[in-house]
């Protein structure tokens, strides 16, 4: 079965590192994962790579459209493949979300994201599962902090919360959003860096008791209760917004 996975982001390498494209670096770390890194395909306003999660083919692809018009790429490639709605995750930034949280939905609104915006109206639906990476609220303008690049203290914890959406991901394709949704909404970045922070120092990195890590079947105590890590995790043109 061919699941289809799209990151959301703008071309451009001034642009490569910044926090609107979070989706695009979900999609290169997933790559990674899945054994489709280097192979890409360049067809109909996107790129795209494939690669394998058990018996499921995923298509991994990335709108070379600036983000209003990311729907555009999503509709051709859905239609090429011949892949339903059902069968589509979107990977997008969200400053609503604190840094770091990821909320996965079977559906919904655009939420004031263009991209998102522009898949809805290519699609004529809301249908479609989306997986939220936040960013954080901006200090400033909206514009200068989705076009910005990560904060030195949010680079620190970046390579956690990429393995934590690609984890999310690939229950998605393998489980499905309602499922994964349960899983991965209820995730803090918190839980992973306190707990590392104990064991670096002999203590709890702020005065709040910090969360143990997982034991030897993988199951952690969060701020919202008990809760099992996945096995073998460590833990075109148009606007640019």
């Not at 394998?52 to 051709?76: C, F, H, Q, W």
């Not at 949280?101 to 919904?108: I, N, T, V």
């Not at 990560?150 to 499922?179: C, N, P, T």
């Not at 890590?213 to 008990?226: A, H, N, S, Y």
Request: aromatic residues 4%; without cysteine.
């Amino acid at each position: 079965m061919k699941k289809i996975v799209v990151g959301l982001g703008n071309p451009g390498s001034r642009y490569e590192k910044t926090r609107h494209n979070i989706g695009w670096l979900v999609l290169d770390r997933l790559a990674d994962r899945v054994g489709a890194g280097g192979r890409v395909k360049s067809k109909d306003a996107a790129a795209s790579v494939r690669g394998r999660l058990g018996d499921d083919e995923l298509i991994l692809v990335k709108p070379m459209t600036y983000m209003n018009l990311s729907g555009v790429a999503v509709r051709k490639v859905l239609a090429r493949e011949r892949v339903p709605m059902a069968d589509l995750l979107v990977v997008v930034d969200d400053m609503a979300l604190p840094f770091g949280k990821l909320r996965l939905r079977e559906r919904g609104s655009a939420g004031g994201h263009n991209g998102l915006r522009s898949i809805i109206g290519e699609m004529g639906t809301q249908d479609f599962a989306r997986l939220r990476v936040g960013i954080g609220s901006p200090k400033e303008g909206a514009v200068e902090h989705v076009l910005g690049g990560f904060e030195h203290a949010e680079q620190r914890h970046l390579d956690a919360i990429l393995d934590a959406a690609v984890d999310a991901a690939e229950l998605w394709a393998r489980e499905g959003a309602h499922r994964a949704a349960n899983h991965w909404n209820a995730w803090q970045l918190a839980v992973l860096v306190d707990a590392a922070s104990d064991v670096a120092t002999g203590g709890p990195a702020d005065p709040s008791p910090a969360p143990a890590l997982p034991d030897q079947d993988g199951i952690v105590r969060t701020t919202t209760g008990w809760r099992k890590l996945l096995p073998g995790r460590d833990r075109g043109q148009g606007t640019r917004s």
